[in-house]
T-cell receptor
Framework: EPEVTQTPSHQVTQMGQEVILRCVPI?????FYWYRQILGQKVEFLVS????????KSEIFDDQFSVERPDGSNFTLKIRSTKLEDSAMYFC?????????????????FGPGTRLTVL | GNSVTQMEGPVTLSEEAFLTINCTYT??????LFWYVQYPGEGLQLLLK?????DKGSNKGFEATYRKETTSFHLEKGSVQVSDSAVYFC???????????????FGKGTKLSVKP
């Protein structure tokens, strides 16, 4: 069964350093997302990406964040200068599109996550 | 704006007990509703979904019915097992009739512990 993969599983970095989190979405999917989950808190939307551009972003996704689909298979999240509060689990998701019983739906498949620890 | 509210946890049950986790939502348009499960140390997995009013999603003995009149999507299971211990997230996604995608909005999660 196709799945979303993420690397690395755990990333430890020093405050102020740049990190790149990598995701390989399901191959025929068109929409890509990043979410994060600070320990013990709810999952929060960061950004969605379609047709090689950002389609929606949350207020969390400030100028320190960027996303890219560099080669048609990978989907990356870059944090330019990490802060302590960026420590979280980052989830990538992808979706195709379609209908269920005549109604449109959006089923997103999640990767296993990358745990980012900023020291 | 859109939001999801689910019951606070943690919830502790004995094996074979009945489970209900309440979830209500606020949304405009035509949201799809989801339950995701997160087992310890793992990522999010879709448990079940419903895309329109009165739909019932079901999987692995869990069920939830999309109730537009009460804006609810409560998760139920008749007999829980130890292996059901996890965090359960209710979520919604709005999708336009033209098919444009929408991000998922999650509730805070409810931790379920099932004791033997």
């Amino acid at each position: 069964e196709p799945e979303v993969t993420q690397t690395p599983s755990h990333q430890v970095t020093q405050m102020g350093q740049e990190v790149i989190l990598r995701c390989v979405p399901i191959s025929n999917h068109l929409y890509f997302y990043w979410y994060r989950q600070i320990l013990g808190q709810k999952v929060e939307f960061l950004v969605s990406f379609y047709n090689n551009e950002i389609s929606e972003k949350s207020e969390i996704f400030d100028d320190q964040f960027s996303v890219e689909r560099p080669d048609g298979s990978n989907f990356t999240l870059k944090i330019r200068s990490t802060k302590l509060e960026d420590s979280a689990m980052y989830f990538c998701a992808s979706s195709g599109f379609g209908t269920s019983g005549g109604a449109p739906y959006n089923e997103q498949f999640f990767g296993p996550g990358t745990r980012l620890t900023v020291l | 704006g859109n939001s999801v509210t689910q019951m606070e946890g943690p919830v502790t049950l004995s094996e074979e007990a009945f489970l209900t986790i309440n979830c209500t939502y606020t949304a405009t348009g035509y949201p799809s509703l989801f339950w995701y499960v997160q087992y310890p140390g793992e990522g999010l997995q879709l448990l079940l979904k419903a895309t329109k009013a009165d739909d019932k999603g079901s999987n692995k003995g869990f069920e939830a019915t999309y109730r537009k009149e009460t804006t609810s999507f409560h998760l139920e299971k008749g007999s829980v097992q130890v292996s059901d211990s996890a965090v359960y997230f209710c979520a919604l996604s709005e999708v336009s009739m033209e098919g444009s995608q929408g991000n998922l909005i999650f509730g805070k999660g409810t931790k379920l512990s099932v004791k033997p």
